[in-house]
């Protein structure tokens, strides 16, 4: 399942992200996902939600997804406490 594999990177990213600003938490998390992209967005929702209770860090944060044209994943926005 490689939506698997695409939601643990996009948590491992916004790790980094967190360390980096200093933050306790991510609460909000808004990417696009172009419709091109081969990405089952239930699937990657899945994903997301049950690798994000592996970390304290991101275990209350809310995925947001726009369906846009194209073929790319892209983290637009994340709301950081």
């Known amino acids: 399942m490689h ?4 939601a643990q990177a996009l948590l491992d990213q ?9 933050a ?3 609460l ?8 091109a992209s081969g990405i089952v967005i239930d699937s990657f929702v899945f994903g997301f939600d049950a690798v994000k209770m592996d970390l304290p860090l991101t275990r209350k944060a809310i995925l947001t997804i726009e369906e846009v044209e194209g073929s790319d994943l892209v983290l637009m926005r994340v709301e950081m406490e």
């Open 3 to 6: 939506e698997l594999s695409l």
């Open 24 to 26: 306790k938490k991510i």
């Open 14 to 22: 916004l790790q980094e992200l967190a360390v980096t600003h200093g």
């Open 28 to 35: 909000q998390v808004r990417v696009n996902i172009g419709r």
